[in-house]
Every structure is written in C-alpha cells, then in structure tokens.
C-alpha cells in the first residue's frame, strides 16, 4: 500500500518561490512519481514527473521554472516552483504509480491510482 502526503504549500507574491515536499511511503520501485494540480473549474494537469527510469518530464507550462526532485534516503520528493505567477494558483497533488513509458510523461491522470491529499498553492500579483 502506497501513501502519499504532501506539504509545503502556502501564499506568495509573483514572482516568489515555494518548495512542496511529499512524503512517499510503501514500495514505489522504479515507480511513476510525480506532481499534478488542479484549479478551481479545471482539469487536474501533469505539471512534472519522474519516469521509472529516473528522467524527470515536465510540462511546457513550467519548463525552466520548476523542479522535480527527490530524496530517496528520506522517501521524499519534492517540487521547486520558481518565478511562480497566478496561473500557477492552484491544489497541487503528488501522484505515483506503477506505470510507465508515455502514460507517465504524458501525465496520463487516469493510470495513476496513488493520490495525496493536496496542498495549495496561492500566488498573488
């Protein structure tokens, strides 16, 4: 059983960073991880993932500006927003699950059966 708990979220200006941390427990192997989120009256989006072969994959929305890495002796993967803007406001999730190729970079939500609970992000002009 994989649980997925993230944190870090909060309320910053244009412009400002955040870290977000999700603590991964149970056995995620050369899993599929990675980071989606929604906004209110959206779809949830793949925003950055890493694929089972360690290759981080990004969304062309974020490219440049975040980061996705991960600590494997502390079961944590995180995800380094910077130059954030209000189009990036939203409930962010870590996902994770046992798939792999194009289901994973494609940020195919539906394959992935593991979800955290969330943590918002909220970026203000």
């Known amino acids: 059983q994989v649980e997925l708990a993230e944190s870090g979220g909060g309320s910053v200006q244009v412009g400002g960073s955040l870290r977000l941390s999700c603590k991964v427990s149970?056995?995620?192997?050369?899993?599929?991880l990675g980071w989606f989120r929604q906004a209110p009256g959206k779809e949830r989006e793949g925003v950055a993932v890493?694929?089972?072969?360690?290759?981080?994959h990004y969304a062309n929305s974020v490219k440049g500006r975040f980061t996705i890495s991960q600590e494997n002796a502390e079961n944590t993967l995180y995800l380094q927003m910077n130059n954030l803007k209000p189009e990036d406001t939203a409930m962010y999730y870590c996902?994770?699950?046992?798939?792999?190729?194009?289901?994973?970079?494609?940020?195919?939500?539906?394959?992935?059966?593991?979800w955290g609970q969330g943590t918002q992000v909220t970026v203000s002009s």
């Open positions: 890493f694929d089972g072969d360690g290759s981080a």
């Open positions: 996902a994770a699950d046992a798939i792999s190729g194009s289901w994973c970079y494609n940020f195919r939500r539906e394959y992935f059966g593991n």
């Open positions: 149970g056995y995620t192997w050369r899993w599929c």
